[in-house]
């Protein structure tokens, strides 16, 4: 292992010496694999863009992000800086284990799932050029090894090929039955990811699944939203969800910041962002004649 990580050191190293140019250009390609573009590029697929493909593509972004911090914390490998203290100059900030590569996994699981549903070639292109710089990003900025950037390939691509397979089936079985029966899946199964993993990664990623599942559920059954209209119809549903999103998440960390226990709070956090997402937004935007 040692030699991989050595040879891994020596990579960064070969890309890092075009430094400063590339800079930039990696950032805006790394960024595309954090938390803040995905609280942008979700709620836009499923608010403005196509509801059902919105859904199913939060579920499975949540499922990898649960399974790719699940993976992080068993396997315990360090980031560049850690294992080289010095050697290694990190252009971004990171923090955690650094195998699998959870932007690299994100990639290949979102952009493929969304080129396989949209069926596109110009979204075969754009997939398939986020998901070599997005992962190549990761190594240039000396967050990951490549190593951590293969291992995030294997997995989400395995991820992806499983829920291709498994979630039409999962949502037919679930729409033949009662209400009931989905609500209590829809606070079960993440409940359970929660009490297997209860670290801040774990909670995050229950807790928000947890909330867009009850949106789902509720709004399918009383609101009946649908993300069509004319293009100013969409820009202002967006404008107005996303202003409220980001106040939920950042205004919530700000007001729960020194509340304790924490895991409580950011379960309490989580859940609102995702049901403001599945149901409150929804709900807004057909009280106010947007949708």
Not at 238 to 244: A, K, P, Q, R
């Amino acid at each position: 292992m040692n030699a991989l990580m050595e040879w891994g050191i020596q990579v960064i190293g070969w890309l890092q010496q075009a430094s400063p140019t590339l800079d930039w250009p990696f950032r805006i390609f790394t960024f595309m694999g954090e938390e803040e573009f995905f609280l942008l590029l979700l709620p836009l697929i499923y608010w403005c863009l196509d509801r059902r493909t919105g859904a199913r593509l939060t579920v499975a972004f949540l499922l990898c992000a649960y399974i790719n911090a699940l993976a992080k914390t068993l396997v315990a490998l360090p980031r560049p800086a850690d294992y080289a203290p010095g050697r290694v100059r990190t252009l971004w900030e990171a923090s955690g284990y650094g195998f699998p590569s959870g932007h690299t996994q994100s990639a290949v699981v979102v952009w493929g799932y969304l080129a396989s549903q949209f069926r596109r070639w110009w979204l075969w292109a754009l997939a398939a050029v986020l998901m070599l710089f997005i992962p190549l990003s990761r190594i240039y900025l000396g967050v990951h090894f490549p190593h951590d950037v293969l291992g995030g390939y294997l997995i989400g691509f395995a991820l992806l090929l499983l829920y291709l397979w498994l979630e039409p089936r999962a949502e037919t079985w679930l729409t033949g039955r009662s209400l009931q029966w989905q609500l209590g899946l829809a606070i079960g199964i993440p409940l359970f990811l929660i009490f297997l993993f209860p670290t801040e990664d774990g909670v995050t990623e229950g807790a928000t699944l947890m909330g867009m599942a009850v949106g789902f559920v509720l709004e399918r059954r009383w609101v009946r939203f649908e993300a069509t209209g004319p293009v100013w119809q969409r820009a202002l549903r967006f404008l107005l969800g996303v202003i409220v999103l980001f106040a939920l998440w950042m205004g919530l960390r700000v007001a729960f910041a020194a509340l304790q226990p924490a895991l409580l709070f950011r379960f309490i956090r989580y859940g609102l962002v995702g049901l403001w997402g599945g149901l409150g937004a929804p709900w807004v935007f057909r009280k106010w004649r947007l949708a």
